[in-house]
């Protein structure tokens, strides 16, 4: 969209009913979660067993043409995770079998087109040391385990996880909330928009919809007929969502300035260290990507979207949890 609004004139914005509905916390995803947290607390166990997938070993390698060494082709103390591709294949198919303290050999022919010109098509032989090879040990679910994570018992640890995935439903509830609300605000407000970006909108998401089916090689008659729809009521449909993200924009901005919601600059760098932890980048990444105004932009967005909420007629509803189907007796 154009950073030059229209001329607008609020509707209402206070006082609207919405409908919050909070989705259930299923016995599932608790044990899910249980899971995770096991698989996050596995360590790895020394053995004498042969090497498998999935196991961690710290070896020695290196690789001889006619008995002698090939430059750059030795490394020493590597530790690896089987199974992940961090070793060439042939060479991880080599480990497997083999046990800490051995050491063996297995031939190599380098492709035609190797970007060494002289290793190319060449058959080598590489001397293979396995110092040490370690098992995964995944917790069990259990009293033992719960404790070890502060919790009295397991059913402790269940009410806390529980807990934190209704508050994460919470968040979700209002979040959505908000978002219907800020588009009610929207759709209240009296604008001139502009009707040329409206359609231009519209008709780039659409070609991004024709692109999309084309690589997958989808044909557009038959998307239409699988949707109950056609090109025509597409369009349609594309240039009024482009008009409601419009809508909610303009309303965010209107009621931040009649209400003097603001982001401060404290607000926005605590942003983005945020977003940094939560993409594992750092902070100067994010900043390249997202400007200043545009961070300050969404924040102001959502203390609008909190403000709204604050002071609508709110309905929740705590959906319930699908029924499980009745087993079949034999």
Known sequence: ????????????????????????????????EIGHRCRLHARYVPTSAPAKRGDKVTLDFEG????????????ENVTVLLGTGKLMPAAEQAVYGHSAGETFQFDFTY???????????VTAQFIITLHSVAEKHTPAADE??????????????????????EAIHEQAADRKAGQDLLDMAGANLTADL???QLAAEAQREYRLLE?????SGIPLDAYCKSCRTTPEQLKASYRQIAEKRLRSILAAK???EAEGIVARKDEVDAEYRRL??????????IRKVLSPDAVAAALVAQKVQAFLLENAQVTTIHDKAPERPAKKED
Do not use: C, W
């Not at 154009?2 to 044990?31: C, S």
């Not at 492709?111 to 290793?119: G, H, I």
């Open 1 to 32: 969209m154009a950073d030059k609004h229209p001329n607008i004139t609020l509707g209402q914005y206070k006082g609207l009913a919405v409908t919050r509905h909070v989705r259930p916390v299923l016995d599932q995803t608790v044990e899910q």
């Open 64 to 75: 001889f043409r006619d008995g002698q060494p090939i430059p750059d082709s030795k490394m």
């Open 111 to 121: 492709p035609a087109d190797f970007r060494v010109e002289n290793l190319s098509g």
């Open 144 to 165: 033992a385990f719960a404790k070890s994570r502060g919790f009295e018992s397991m059913e402790a640890m269940r009410a806390q996880i529980r807990k934190e995935k």
């Open 194 to 196: 502009p009707e040329k």
């Open 211 to 215: 692109d999309k089916l084309k690589k």
């Open 254 to 256: 209107a009621i931040s």
């Open 276 to 285: 940094a932890a939560q993409h594992v980048t750092s902070e100067e990444e």
